[in-house]
């Protein structure tokens, strides 16, 4: 029903910017809420930020509050995440994903992008 593909992952010093984007294939996609998360080597996969199908309302990880910003063109089908402020520990691959509804578990999104690197160094 939906296929994700990201761009735009890299290498950047901390303190700067990368944008992340995430297109979806199919004509369903304004239905869906949208996520990201991040899975550092060793570590759980964790929830970054969300968006609702409108993209009036998003949600935010602590960490990445304040810093990062999802955003969504569903006349484009594409979410976005701009990743500002970067720090050492943002060091991840960083996944869209897609669900019914906006919810922060990855069990409950039911597709997947591929992933992006990215990579912040000190």
């Known amino acids: 029903q939906v296929q994700l593909v990201e761009s735009g992952g890299g290498l950047v010093q901390t303190g700067g910017s990368l944008r992340l984007s995430c297109a979806a294939s199919g004509r369903t996609f304004s239905s869906y809420a949208m996520g990201w998360f991040r899975q550092a080597p060793g570590k759980e996969r964790e929830f970054v930020a969300g968006?609702?199908?409108?993209?009036?309302?998003?949600y935010y990880a602590d960490s990445v509050k304040g810093r990062f910003t999802v955003s969504r063109d569903n006349a484009k089908n594409t979410v976005y995440l701009q990743l500002n402020s970067l720090k050492p520990e943002d060091t991840a691959t960083y996944y869209c994903?897609?669900?019914?509804?906006?919810?922060?578990?990855?069990?409950?999104?039911?597709?997947w992008g591929q992933g992006a690197q990215v990579t912040v160094s000190s």
């Open positions: 968006i609702n199908w409108s993209g009036r309302t998003t």
């Open positions: 994903a897609a669900a019914f509804v906006l919810l922060t578990r990855a069990a409950e999104y039911d597709y």
